[in-house]
């Protein structure tokens, strides 16, 4: 039988572009070094992204508030809004651009189930972009 215990859960401040804080991340579940579900959390009406990972799939679902999933893939934006009220998981491959947006007034919640789990040792696996150079269909190497 498992041992019945309490163990501490990394919390990590996130940061829009200019710098502001616009939430942050709680590891939920690891396994040694990876993580494999975590939970972010996004202040009213902060957004956060945009970002690709090239080897990780996200899987997301909403648990607490209303929002914007925004993707940019193959030069096609689309747009998703996950909403905690009507759970639906959305699952997003490797290579797709992502940006989140609380479309509440309270602290929006995701719960991310990445394969493969979070993997620290992976370098240069996730990548920043902004809103125009998706649009421009930049591509970073």
Request: aromatic residues 10%; proline residues 6%.
């Amino acid at each position: 039988m498992e041992a019945i215990g309490t163990e501490a859960a990394k919390k990590v401040p996130t940061y829009d572009a200019a710098g502001n804080e616009n939430g942050y991340l709680i590891e939920l579940y690891k396994d040694g070094d990876r993580t494999l579900a975590y939970l972010t959390a996004a202040k009213p009406g902060a957004f956060k992204g945009y970002h690709l990972h090239r080897v990780r799939a996200a899987r997301y679902v909403c648990v607490r508030g209303r929002m914007r999933i925004i993707l940019y893939a193959q030069g096609q934006r689309r747009e998703y809004v996950l909403d905690a009220a009507t759970p639906q998981r959305l699952t997003i491959p490797p290579n797709v651009a992502t940006g989140l947006e609380n479309l509440g007034d309270e602290e929006a919640w995701l719960i991310n189930y990445p394969d493969p789990p979070y993997d620290p040792s992976l370098q240069d696996e996730q990548v920043e972009y902004t809103e125009a150079e998706l649009e421009a269909g930049v591509l970073k190497a």
